[in-house]
């Protein structure tokens, strides 16, 4: 065999190599199929790597050798769809007792933080839910970031809270006057102001300085798959792979620099812990 030969034949076990490699990784590779909805920043179709929250579950699975796959659906379709382990589990989910009958919870992913948004026309202060008696409040359905004492507080009536289908229908309503606040994740919020609302309006609303609650996001994956304790397990080792690295606070501050973020969240307001 000439040298031209035995070059041929080792370019082309090199190649089939190679193929074998590139198969093993894509084919061999775990899956999670996670439910999703609208929630910019954290989690997008719009969005590069699909939001903040979602890039960061993304890379800490991708550690442990696990492709997340995401699908988009209205907010209470991902609850369902979710629940019922006909997909693996959702982004992304504070953690409520009548959820953790349904889910395995990751680490914390990102911690937000729950304020009242309100009218600069009409300033309030308050320590304690009591001093909200007489301040008709607009919250999303079925979203528990609030904490449990506002939700107790909610349910014994020291507190008037209207639910609604989203914060976009209940920031409308603040605009006509119906309700004296919004509840939402800060960033979420403001987000979402410059995306659905005139610049004019957007310049009549700021927030409280109290924050309701410090809202801790989770992977939540479906209990009733055999699986999802494994994965979940393998998701926080990642996590923490992600922190010890740098790359967790690096992927943060990358967040905070791009367009979603500076036209909308005031830069002072931009903290995590």
């Known amino acids: 065999m000439n040298w031209y030969a035995r070059l041929s034949k080792f370019i082309m ?13 894509i084919f061999g590779r ?13 989690i997008s179709e719009e969005l590069e790597n699909k939001g903040l929250i979602a890039q960061i579950a993304s890379e800490a699975f991708a ?7 995401l699908f988009f659906f209205p907010w209470q379709r991902v609850y369902q769809l979710s629940k019922t382990g006909e997909y693996d589990g959702t982004l992304a989910y504070a953690r409520t007792v009548e959820r953790e009958k349904f889910y395995y919870y990751s680490e914390p992913v990102y ?13 309030f202060k308050w320590d304690k839910y ?50 004296q606040a ?52 393998k998701f926080n080792l990642g996590l923490a792979q992600l922190r010890k690295s740098g790359r967790y606070d690096q992927i943060i501050k990358d967040f905070y620099q791009k367009k979603v973020y500076k036209e909308a969240v005031p830069s002072k307001l931009l903290t995590y812990d």
């Open 13 to 25: 076990l090199a190649g089939i190599l190679q193929l074998f490699l590139f198969t093993t990784q």
């Open 30 to 42: 775990e899956v999670v199929r996670l439910t999703t909805g609208e929630w910019s920043p954290y």
């Open 63 to 69: 550690l442990q050798d696990v492709e997340v796959k």
């Open 111 to 123: 911690t937000g933080k729950y304020v009242l948004f309100h009218l600069k026309a009409h300033p």
């Open 130 to 179: 009591e001093d909200l008696k007489d301040i008709r409040i607009a919250a999303t359905r079925g979203f528990g970031g609030m904490g449990k004492e506002f939700i107790a507080a909610e349910e014994k009536k020291v507190i008037h809270v209207e639910r609604l289908a989203s914060d976009i229908q209940s920031f409308h309503m603040l605009f006509l006057g119906r309700v």
């Open 182 to 233: 919004v509840a939402s994740d800060m960033e979420v919020g403001y987000v979402l102001l410059k995306k659905n609302f005139p610049a004019k309006e957007i310049s009549y609303v700021t927030h409280n300085d109290h924050i309701i609650q410090t809202a801790k996001y989770h992977l939540v994956l479906a209990n009733n798959l055999k699986k999802n304790e494994g994965l979940i397990k």
